[in-house]
């Protein structure tokens, strides 16, 4: 009986922990963020030393600080940055979105990428961007502003 007990109070005291939320919720969570140039909240979907990489591993931006510069300027720059997802794929804590990024709205040219977010602790911990190079002006990754 004290066994019994026992097992129903360590259940209790699990479900007194909030899961983690699902990683394409984190997701949507960013790109809604990210769509509303709300940088705080952008910020806050990421883990402290997110990563973001090319498809080949090498490392675009790191922090959440650098984030926070990077953004905070392309969203004074273009204040019709949208993002749009043409099509989803989750894999566990792997997102996999297929964007349109239109710098200037929706009614302007807009730049075809995939993203591979992944999240753990409920956070996005890395983002690998596969895009075409840019042949002038500001991309997804950090390079150019």
Do not use: K
Not at 73 to 86: G, N, Q, S
Not at 106 to 127: D, F, N, S, W
């Amino acid at each position: 009986m004290i066994a019994l007990a026992a097992f129903i109070s360590l259940l209790s005291a699990q479900g007194d922990v909030a899961p983690a939320p699902a990683a394409d919720e984190v997701v949507q969570a960013a790109l809604n963020a990210h769509n509303a140039h709300d940088l705080d909240a952008f910020l806050a979907s990421m883990a402290d030393d997110v990563t973001f990489l090319s498809l080949d591993g090498d490392v675009l931006v790191t922090g959440r600080d650098r984030v926070a510069e990077i953004w905070g300027a392309r969203f004074e720059a273009h204040p019709e940055l949208v993002a749009d997802i043409t099509h989803r794929t989750v894999i566990g804590n792997r997102v996999i979105d297929e964007e349109q990024l239109c710098l200037d709205g929706r009614g302007h040219p807009c730049v075809e990428l995939v993203a591979i977010y992944t999240v753990e602790g409920g956070l996005i911990q890395t983002m690998h961007v596969i895009q075409p190079a840019p042949a002038s002006g500001p991309s997804e990754s950090g390079d150019a502003q």
